[in-house]
Structures are given as structure tokens and as C-alpha cells.
T-cell receptor, first 114, second 113 residues
Framework: DAGVIQSPRHEVTEMGQEVTLRCKPISGHDYLFWYRQTMMRGLELLIYFNNNVPIDDSGMPEDRFSAKMPNASFSTLKIQPSEPRDSAVYFC????????????FGSGTQLSVL | GENVEQHPSTLSVQEGDSAVIKCTYSDSASNYFPWYKQELGKRPQLIIDIRSNVGEKKDQRIAVTLNKTAKHFSLHITETQPEDSAVYFCAASKTDSSYKLIFGSGTRLLVRP
């Protein structure tokens, strides 16, 4: 298995533009998590899904952020409109059956909003 | 909500020495405590975890201890090697009621050859 796959690896955009980050979890995993990592705030949970259903989105910073999981093998995190303070590394992670136990992280997307 | 504090923020040791990183958590209902290693520019990777019904767990050169009464848990790395240099994150979660994994702020470990 190739592990959790995220795209793009790097994204540079201008303030006000829409940004879409993509994630393919490990095949068979039923939990998917989106995390954001910054120097100031560390690793923060944004939202997680179980069997494609959003369970807890209380970490989503504001309405500009939205996430979807249309099927078991694909999820997106969208920021519209983007702002410079959204600059961070966004990680997707997945696990099987046990929620946060044995989380496997993707390589992350480095987002820079100018 | 849960809060996890991690110390020290940076740690420098000589190759072959031991390294200890400590974390405290606030929610006594937390029952799962993993440790992740993140090398520069890479993804966090699980290196060891412990559940609240166990006081200590060891895997080769790394070990984790848990003191539920004091709400402390620690990572111990023995016989450190340069490849152990990375940022280490502790985390805590209540796996029977929530799947939120709350991370500590991280410890940058440098092993000097």
C-alpha cells in the first residue's frame, strides 16, 4: 500500500483565491482526519470522518473552510477565500477501526497564501 | 477540554546518552497516549503508544511510562543515535468517547555525534 496520499505537496496562491487540498486514505481505513500544523499552534485537528460521514468539525477555524468525503477513497479540504493566516502544513491521516489509534499521516500539503 | 503540555521544547544530548521527554495532560478521562516522531519536512510517524491500563511499555531503545495519578507520561530513548534527531510529539485522547487526539507542542531533539 502506498500509504496516505496527499496532493498537491506544495501550493502557493494569492489571498482571496480558492484552495483545494486532496487526500486518499489507506485502502480499507474507515477514519479520516484533517490536521493543520503551524509553528505557533502546533498540530490542530480540523475535522474527522468515519465511514465518509463528518463526525466532528469543531476544529474548523471558520466558514471559509469546508471538507468533504464523497467516497471511502477520497477527501477534500477547501479554503475559500484563502487568507495569509491560512499558511500552514495541512496533513491528512487515516486509521482503521480504532479512531485515533495507529494513525497514519500523509506527507502533507505546504500551503502558502501571499 | 483536554490540554497537553510537553517539556522540554528543545533537548540536546551526546550520542549514546539517554533522552527523556515529559508530558502532562489535564483530562483524567484520557486513556490513550501515543508518541509521534517528525523528521524535518516529513510526516509525523507513530513510534510507540500506551493505554491507561498499562504503566510502562518498551520497544527496543524506546519506552513510555504513564502515571495516571499525576497525569504524567514520558518518552525515554536510550543509547541515542544521530538518526533519533527529530521533533517528538506526545498526544492524549479519550478513545471511548471522542476521537480527538490532542498534541503537545513538540520537543526538538538533537543528538550530537
Amino acid at each position: 500500500d502506498a500509504g496516505v496520499i496527499q496532493s498537491p505537496r506544495h501550493e502557493v496562491t494569492e489571498m482571496g483565491q480558492e484552495v483545494t487540498l486532496r487526500c486518499k486514505p489507506i485502502s480499507g481505513h474507515d477514519y479520516l482526519f484533517w490536521y493543520r500544523q503551524t509553528m505557533m499552534r502546533g498540530l490542530e485537528l480540523l475535522i474527522y470522518f468515519n465511514n465518509n460521514v463528518p463526525i466532528d468539525d469543531s476544529g474548523m477555524p471558520e466558514d471559509r473552510f469546508s471538507a468533504k468525503m464523497p467516497n471511502a477513497s477520497f477527501s477534500t479540504l477547501k479554503i475559500q477565500p484563502s487568507e495569509p493566516r491560512d499558511s500552514a502544513v495541512y496533513f491528512c491521516a487515516s486509521s482503521l477501526g480504532a479512531g485515533v489509534e495507529k494513525l497514519f499521516f500523509g506527507s502533507g500539503t505546504q500551503l502558502s497564501v501571499l | 477540554g483536554e490540554n497537553v503540555e510537553q517539556h522540554p521544547s528543545t533537548l540536546s544530548v551526546q550520542e549514546g546518552d539517554s533522552a527523556v521527554i515529559k508530558c502532562t495532560y489535564s483530562d483524567s478521562a484520557s486513556n490513550y497516549f501515543p508518541w509521534y516522531k517528525q523528521e524535518l519536512g516529513k510526516r509525523p510517524q507513530l513510534i510507540i503508544d500506551i493505554r491507561s491500563n498499562v504503566g510502562e511499555k518498551k520497544d527496543q531503545r524506546i519506552a513510555v511510562t504513564l502515571n495516571k495519578t499525576a497525569k504524567h507520561f514520558s518518552l525515554h530513548i536510550t543509547e541515542t543515535q544521530p538518526e533519533d534527531s527529530a521533533v517528538y510529539f506526545c498526544a492524549a485522547s479519550k478513545t471511548d468517547s471522542s476521537y480527538k487526539l490532542i498534541f503537545g507542542s513538540g520537543t526538538r531533539l538533537l543528538v550530537r555525534p
